[in-house]
Structures are given as structure tokens and as C-alpha cells.
């Protein structure tokens, strides 16, 4: 087995830190502590660490134990015959590059202790197939997932308040998406997460009663937006009807507590809110033209 070669370098600036940092190895993998915060991160030993492996969540070292809170800086980059890893609770912290390159990996588990999947944690991975991202994570950041091509599903959680561009680009692979907000996250068309994807292709699940929103919302109306399966509605919905005078538009026809929002047509959202009675006013100033109303699974245009 070939030593890593990216690790002579750690040695190498472990031994200028001097107090800083320790490092010793245990079987396949290198820990580093950090004795300023008192972290320690793991790293594969080998560039042939392979099959399934457990990243252990915690360590002996000395006359001590040393919790695993954190997966380094290129840890298993190029690791070719990786095939899948489970993550332990222990871990906080996936830096960036942590998996790139790894071809063969087919399965990740991503615990709920970590908040944010870094930059390249996980591109050009392109066996992997799914991935499920847990609910204590915030952040996607840009090219996470970019060119893993056998990636056929991502579930997203409520938990995650940005996406950044190109998080999934050129996953070619990608037939589902599912999401839980009620209400779109907001994404930048220009740099979309999902560049590079034909996005028609691509069914995106969403929570009953919200495809409407989804289906004028920025990115997102790309996508095939499935018909969600709930219970039969048995109560009548009325007719959304709207109408404006003097930069207000009156709403017509929405029940109480419905969620409604309106978007421009370039699928800006302009205003969004909860229905207080059947009907409501919004003012939406002196811009004229063609605006697009959305409650459940209604939507009509209009004119201001």
C-alpha cells in the first residue's frame, strides 16, 4: 500500500506547528488533534483503503479518549475503491474535498450532527447514487455534489435555508428531487444549484397542496413537479378571483389560515402570506403588469 502523498505534507506542517497539532495513525486512518481547540479530524492512511467502512467516533491516544468530530481537508480524496462510509454522530464538521474523486463510493450516511456539507465535499463521486441530506444541515454549499452522474436522488429538508450555485451541476443522472418546505427556498436562476440538469426530466416531490407554488418559483418550475398524494378534499374550495384598483389587489375566494402567494412573471416571488379571512388586500404599489396568484392547488393571472 502507497502512502497518501497529500499527507507528507500535514506531517510536514504538524511538525512546524509544533504544539499546535499532534498526529497518530490507528489501522486505515491518520488523526490529527488540534490542541489549540482540541479537535480531532481523520484522514484515510492509504490512497487503497477500500469496501464499506465505519468511521470510528471516537479514538484511544495515550492514556486517553479523543472523541472524532471532524473528517479533514482531502481526507479520502481519490480514494478509488471506497464503497461506501458511514459517518458516526461524533462527526460535526465534513470539510471540504472530504470524499472528491472517490468513483466507486455507491452509499454515504450523513449524521444529523452535521449543519453544513462544504464545498466539493462529495463532487465527481460517480457512483453514488443517493444521498439523503439530514435535518440539522443548513447550508449545501456550491459544487458539493457536482458530477456525481449516477445520482438519481436527493431528499432535502426543511432544516436547509441555502443552496448554493452549482451545489448538484452536471448530475445527469438525477430523476428525483424531494423537498419539505411549504414554501419554495429561494434559488438563483443564474446560478442555479442545478445547472446542467435538464431539469423537465427531473420529478420533484413536494408537500401536498403546494405544487402551485412550486410550479411558478424561480428553479424549481423547471422541474416535473409531481401531484402529491394526500387525502380527498370533501369540502368545496372556491374559485380564486382577483382584481385590482389603485396598486391593491383584492383576493377572492381564499379560505382561512390558506397560504397564497404571488409572483411576477419572471417568476419573482413578489408577496406572500396567510389568509386572515376569505378575502384579503395586498398592496403591491404602482408596477404595472401580468402577475400570477398561487393558493393550494389553484393559480389564475392578473393584470395591474
Given amino acids: 500500500m502507497k502512502l497518501r502523498g497529500f499527507l507528507f505534507f500535514l506531517t510536514l506542517t504538524v511538525s512546524l506547528q509544533g504544539a499546535y497539532a499532534q498526529t497518530f495513525t490507528v489501522g486505515d486512518f491518520m488523526f490529527i488533534i488540534d490542541s489549540y481547540d482540541g479537535s480531532i479530524s481523520v484522514y484515510a492512511l492509504y490512497d487503497a483503503i477500500s469496501g464499506d467502512i465505519t468511521i470510528p467516533s471516537s479514538v484511544e491516544y495515550g492514556e486517553t479518549t479523543h472523541e472524532v468530530t471532524a473528517i479533514g481537508v482531502d481526507a479520502f480524496e481519490g480514494c478509488r475503491n471506497l464503497t461506501s462510509v458511514i459517518i458516526p454522530n461524533s462527526v460535526t464538521n465534513i470539510r471540504a474535498d472530504a470524499f472528491r474523486n472517490c468513483n466507486r463510493l455507491t452509499s454515504v450516511t450523513i449524521p444529523n450532527s452535521v449543519t453544513k456539507i462544504k464545498r466539493i465535499t462529495f463532487a465527481s463521486c460517480r457512483s453514488l447514487a443517493s444521498v439523503t441530506i439530514p435535518n440539522s444541515v443548513a447550508t449545501i454549499e456550491g459544487l458539493a455534489f457536482a458530477n456525481c452522474t449516477s445520482l438519481a436522488s436527493v431528499t432535502i429538508p426543511n432544516s436547509v435555508t441555502k443552496i448554493e450555485g452549482f451545489a448538484f451541476v452536471n448530475c ?46 424561480p428553479v424549481w418550475k423547471e422541474f416535473r413537479v409531481a401531484t402529491s398524494v394526500g387525502n380527498e378534499r370533501v369540502e368545496p374550495i372556491a374559485t380564486l378571483n382577483a382584481w385590482t384598483t389603485d396598486g391593491i389587489v383584492h383576493i377572492a375566494g381564499l379560505r382561512t389560515g390558506e397560504a397564497f402567494v404571488i409572483y411576477n412573471m419572471q417568476g419573482q416571488l413578489i408577496y406572500k402570506g396567510i389568509a386572515r379571512t376569505d378575502e384579503e388586500e395586498v398592496p403591491l404599489g404602482s408596477t404595472s403588469g401580468v402577475y400570477i396568484l398561487a393558493a393550494s392547488k389553484r393559480q389564475i393571472k392578473f393584470y395591474l
Avoid at 420533484?204 to 411558478?216: A, I, K, M, R, S
Fill in 172 to 217: 445527469h443522472g438525477l430523476k428525483d428531487v424531494t423537498v419539505s418546505w411549504n414554501m419554495p427556498l429561494s434559488l438563483w436562476e443564474d446560478n442555479s444549484p442545478f445547472n446542467e440538469i435538464t431539469l423537465s426530466r427531473v420529478t420533484l416531490h413536494v408537500p401536498d397542496g403546494t405544487e402551485n407554488f412550486y410550479g411558478v418559483a
